[in-house]
């Protein structure tokens, strides 16, 4: 009964322009743009179906964690985001993903929601700029989805983002988007200070009474200039995520994404599949939003789809880290990445310049890949979602992992009495063939 519960409340609730956006542009067109994805990769060629653009750093937060120049006002021109988007459509994609930094923060954001009426865009804010006036603009375009990012109530929101009464903020924006009728969506990346808060049935039928339409949970990762380890969450508690998802899905009527996991509960990394890849702040192509490094950016004459498709950089990204490992390689193997920026000669994009510090700084640990633990999707829609549009793509057909002898670290680590506080880092993962690791414990 959960489908036809979520239909009435969406079909009730969200204005029809926006619906039809969605259905179309989002839902039809982005199917089509996955197949495009399948037909391209089967003739060797990558170029993502799925891709995020961060159109500014500036932001009114300072979270923990945030890997952002946040203090810094680099922000991608609307000519440029016009391009950059043009080309992609040629090429079939249809959907963005747009991040900052603070995306309301970039005065010509709308302008661009405007130009491109035949896309759909998922907007990562935290919603404190959501004006009504805002929200209506944005319910006349129809073509967008704000993802509302909330850490925690009152004490840990303003905590973890760095200032004052930050969750009433939020939640004034989040109001203002369900009732100018958009669909709306709000994010959690789930840490140590907010799993027993935020992952519960009660929060999910919370965000319902508040009439939003779907969650997305996120892993939180210790990465940027301040990382706080100490919110990094255990492979107990990864476990219990991931197991509360499926079991949520089939359970409360309120649609629940993630990228990390396929029908079966398979764990993949969204870069290494190559669905998706991320454009930083200065027209950066990066490898992903957390990987701070680049070779070539979206300035390039050849334009988007031609540099992305030859780019050995995005290409030995994709390869290295599915051969090691289904999860995060920036938390499991951060060693590879130095390799491959070494290999490649790339820049580190960040204005701070200490990215390879930081990457330095991260000891590794388990991310989402947890063999062994493995919970496929209980819910039909999600099965057939994932078994068609969202799965592994085929990335790890040559692996060098050992995955029993991973299954055999996680039970150890599992075995172990939970510890309050840091979460301790564990040996990366085990190699079967010819290379050694650099950093294995
Ligand atoms: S490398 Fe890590 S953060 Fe980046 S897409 Fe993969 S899993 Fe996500």
Same mark, same amino acid.
Request: with cysteine; charged share 25%.
């Given at each position: ?44 060629? %990558? ?32 000519? !440029? ?5 043009? *080309? ?8 963005? /993903?747009? +991040? ?26 935290? @919603? ?51 009732? !100018? ?17 935020? +992952? ?13 339409? %779907?969650?997305?949970?996120? /892993? ?39 990228? %990390? ?12 599949? @190559? ?8 027209? *950066? ?18 334009? #988007? ?8 950089? +995005? ?11 289904? /999860? ?13 920026? +070494? ?11 200490? !990215?390879? !510090?930081? #990457? *330095? ?36 057909? =040559? ?20 510890? =309050? ?21």
């Amino acid at each position: 009964m959960i489908v036809p519960q979520m239909l009435f409340r969406t079909l009730r609730s969200a204005d029809p322009r926006c619906l039809w956006k969605f259905a179309w542009n989002f839902g039809w067109k982005g199917m089509l743009s996955v197949e495009r994805f399948k037909r391209r990769i089967k003739r060797g060629e %990558y170029f993502p179906p799925f891709l995020y653009l961060s159109i500014l750093n500036t932001c009114n937060l300072r979270c923990q964690g945030c890997w952002v120049d946040v203090e810094s006002k680099d922000a991608i021109d609307l000519d !440029a985001l016009n391009r950059t988007i043009l *080309d992609a459509k040629r090429h079939g994609n249809s959907f963005f /993903g747009i +991040l900052g930094g603070e995306p309301f923060m970039h005065p010509q954001l709308l302008d661009l929601l405007a130009a491109h009426p035949d896309c759909y865009f998922q907007i990562f804010t935290n @919603g404190q700029l959501i004006t009504e006036k805002t929200a209506n603009r944005l319910r006349e375009l129809g073509n967008s989805t704000p993802l509302i990012s909330i850490e925690g109530r009152e004490m840990v929101s303003d905590e973890r983002r760095g200032k004052k009464d930050v969750f009433a903020r939020t939640l004034r924006g989040l109001e203002n988007s369900v009732k !100018a009728g958009l669909l709306t969506g709000v994010a959690t990346s789930v840490c140590r200070s907010n799993i027993e808060e935020l +992952l519960t049935e009660d929060w999910l039928r919370e965000l319902i009474r508040r009439g939003v339409h %779907y969650a997305w949970y996120h /892993g939180y990762r210790p990465v940027g200039p301040k990382p706080n380890f100490d919110l990094a969450l255990s492979p107990e508690q990864l476990v219990r995520i991931r197991r509360f998802v499926v079991e949520m899905r089939a359970t409360v009527p309120i649609a629940i994404i993630d990228a %990390y996991y396929d029908h079966d509960g398979q764990a993949l990394c969204p870069m290494s599949t @190559g669905i998706s890849h991320h454009i930083g702040p200065k027209g *950066d192509i990066e490898p992903c939003p957390i990987i701070q490094f680049a070779v070539e950016d979206i300035h390039d004459r050849r334009g #988007l789809f031609e540099t992305m498709r030859s780019s050995a950089f +995005l290409k030995d990204f994709r390869e290295l880290s599915a051969r090691h490992t289904r /999860g995060c390689v920036v938390m499991e193997r951060p060693d590879l990445i130095r390799e491959i920026v +070494l290999k490649h000669g790339a820049r580190d994009t960040t204005t701070r310049g200490t !990215a390879m !510090a930081e #990457l *330095d700084a991260i000891t590794p640990r388990f991310s989402q890949w947890l063999p062994g633990e493995e919970v496929p999707e209980k819910h039909w829609m999600y099965r057939l979602a994932k078994k068609y549009w969202f799965h592994d793509f085929n990335a790890y057909r =040559n692996v060098a992992f050992d995955a029993e002898a991973r299954a055999r670290q996680l039970r150890d680590e599992l075995a172990q009495p939970v510890l =309050n506080g840091a979460t301790p880092p564990v040996p990366a993962p085990e190699l079967v063939g010819d290379s050694q690791p650099r950093c294995s414990g």
